[in-house]
């Protein structure tokens, strides 16, 4: 749907202010709340009360609420920004009423009759958003910064070929992570057999960073048995005769003749179980059934209960629940269908299996993408161009993009001034999706690409943010995107060039070099003994020595940090005065054996403020020690 400046949303026309208020913290700002009138739709804005230049952010994201946090809200005041946000769920329509709405009451706010320019920006399924808003829309935001970008495949492909990679490498991840930590071999292949190598090498080209296995826990969604972040059920309730094809029918893993599937089927669970007796609470509901035989429940796929009735060919519905084998007891769940609950009985069948689980892991196999461009995919193909594969009826990853987005996005057509930012290691959304978007705004803006685009990668980091010492926070690299993107709109300020890149089989790969790489984060050469890996007795010194480069006209180094035994636990260093080059160096004696990854996080910021808590750059330089 196109928003333009003066429309009128038929369903958005009617906002409602509930409530103004004078406030100190955690900047002195007046915040501005209402609705819509006739929708569950509510809006915040926050004018900080001082600094204001003529702009607001808009942060955007499917499940947030209407209230923006501190930071978002001192840093748009830092930036000369009010800050808008709403509960607007799927879609741009409601923030571009807000933001239309906004002007008109930062204008009587104010007592400003000035043009007011609005930035919009948000990550993830938030991307969607963005990129939508500015696809879509004309003189509503002058410009946005979509982060960690998905693309039309990403959901649920890319939930679903990494619990295929589980299926497969589970063992073997430990194996894997030590070849792509720093100083390991490298090489993430060796010792694994026919089956796990073509796997790893399928799921590479697919996007997962080889790098991000060094967190393969993550990587592999150990802590959800399924791993497809629930996406499983909109395949059930979409193509809900794939599971029987794939079990049946040529051309899938379940009667593909191969050491792969023998694989899958040797794991196929489909037992038939006995209900012998019904546990039932004070409402006489069923609570736990015993069973007169129960299967070993997998570690690497989720299990189905379905209720059939005595005959065993009846079927009353599914049920949700736990099952125990040692005590062959499956304990219902809550939520379960009172139609099915009533029909629970002695006699009665309970059907336990694993079918559907085990044939996702391979969907996206027959999900190869009808629109050009996404060459992740061209393994499916032979080298005629046809495919190995048969397709599902219908693709449902555009279906769900569609769906986040108003409509039609990813066409690339922008009208507006944008940077990308996107993260080395992020295995939800893969790298190689921004380069996917950034050749769609080359393919629709032409010779004017280089004038309203940039995309600006981000090492070290991945979807959520530092969950482990190996990660940093790309919080500042988004705020200094902001104001860079509204100094070019406002000003004709160009940002940084875009980070250099290569893409190999879907692996994004940058210089090491700061200068070659370009982008504004700053790169970190960290060395232990002059190595990348080195062993040594315990008690012995270790030298530690770092070269910083920071990208130039992205800023200085203003903080380097320490972290010898790799905890996350960083100490501040000094470093000198803030420069654009940096060498710095330490020591540390290892008391203890083991393997350690000392690290230093290095702190770049544009204008060398060492005090400031905005838009701070961050990076790492990281090695292995192994004292014996």
């Not at 915040?44 to 499917?62: A, M, T």
């Not at 748009?76 to 239309?100: C, E, I, L």
């Not at 048969?390 to 057509?413: C, L, N």
Request: glycine share 10%; proline share 6%; with cysteine.
């Amino acid at each position: 749907m196109w928003v333009s400046a003066d429309c009128v949303d038929p369903l958005y026309n009617r906002p409602v202010i509930d409530s103004q208020t004078d406030l100190t913290t955690p900047v002195p700002h007046f915040k501005v709340s209402g609705h819509f009138e006739g929708t569950d739709k509510r809006f915040n804005f926050y004018f900080p009360k001082s600094q204001w230049e003529g702009r607001f952010f808009n942060l955007v994201y499917p499940l947030q609420d209407e209230n923006a946090t501190d930071e978002d809200v001192s840093f748009g005041a830092d930036s000369g920004a009010y800050t808008v946000q709403t509960n607007g769920g799927g879609g741009y329509r409601v923030d571009a009423a807000a933001a239309k709405f906004s002007k008109t009451v930062a204008a009587s706010y104010y007592g400003s009759s000035r043009r007011i320019h609005g930035y919009i920006y948000g990550g993830s399924g938030g991307s969607f958003q963005t990129l939508g808003a500015i696809e879509n829309s004309a003189e509503v935001w002058d410009g946005a910064v979509p982060f960690i970008p998905g693309v039309p495949t990403s959901i649920p492909n890319d939930f679903f070929i990494r619990a295929f990679a589980r299926f497969v490498l589970e063992d073997k991840a430990p194996r894997i992570a030590s070849a792509v930590s720093p100083g390991g071999s490298g090489n993430p292949y060796a010792g694994l057999d026919d089956v796990e190598r073509a796997v790893l090498l399928e799921v590479t080209r697919l996007g997962i960073p080889l790098r991000a296995w060094e967190d393969f826990a993550y990587v592999l969604g150990l802590n959800d048995p399924q791993g497809l972040l629930g996406f499983g059920n909109v395949i059930r309730g979409s193509d809900p005769t794939y599971v029987d094809d794939f079990w049946s029918k040529p051309g899938y893993l379940g009667t593909e003749q191969s050491a792969l599937g023998d694989l899958f089927r040797a794991a196929r669970i489909d037992r038939i179980a006995t209900i012998t007796e019904v546990n039932r609470n004070a409402q006489n509901v069923p609570t736990r059934l015993s069973l007169d035989s129960v299967p070993a429940v997998p570690t690497t796929t989720g299990l189905d209960y379905t209720l059939y009735a005595a005959d065993g060919t009846t079927k009353v519905g599914t049920l949700s629940g736990s099952l125990d084998p040692a005590t062959k007891v499956f304990t219902l769940g809550s939520g379960n269908p009172a139609s099915v609950l009533s029909a629970i009985g002695t006699g009665a069948r309970l059907r336990i299996d694993n079918r559907w689980s085990l044939a996702l892991l391979s969907y996206h196999r027959h999900q190869v993408p009808t629109r050009p461009g996404f060459s992740a995919w061209n393994q499916f193909r032979a080298p005629d161009g046809t495919l190995l594969y048969p397709q599902r009826p219908i693709e449902i990853g555009p279906i769900i993009s569609r769906g986040v987005t108003d409509g039609g996005t990813h066409t690339g057509m922008i009208h507006g001034k944008v940077i990308v930012v996107a993260n080395l290691l992020d295995t939800d959304a893969y790298p190689w999706h921004a380069d996917w978007y950034s050749a769609r705004v080359r393919e629709s803006l032409g010779a004017r690409y280089d004038d309203n685009f940039r995309l600006w990668y981000n090492d070290n980091a991945d979807h959520i943010g530092p969950r482990t010492a190996r990660l940093v926070q790309y919080h500042g690299i988004l705020q200094q995107a902001l104001r860079d993107v509204s100094a070019w709109a406002e000003r004709g300020v160009a940002p940084a060039r875009s980070t250099r890149y290569d893409v190999v089989y879907s692996q994004i790969r940058v210089p090491e070099n700061a200068a070659a790489r370009q982008g504004i984060q700053p790169v970190v050469e960290l060395t232990a003994n002059g190595a990348a890996r080195i062993d040594v007795a315990a008690g012995q010194t270790v030298t530690f020595v770092a070269k910083i480069q920071v990208p130039p006209g992205a800023g200085k180094v203003v903080g380097t940090e320490w972290d010898f035994v790799g905890t996350g636990n960083f100490t501040a260093s000094p470093f000198g005065s803030p420069s654009r080059t940096v060498k710095v160096s330490a020591t540390f004696t290892y008391t203890t054996p083991g393997t350690y990854f000392p690290a230093l996080r290095v702190t770049a910021q544009r204008e060398g403020d060492t005090s400031t808590p905005f838009a701070k750059v961050q990076n790492l330089g990281r090695v292995r020690v192994v004292v014996h």
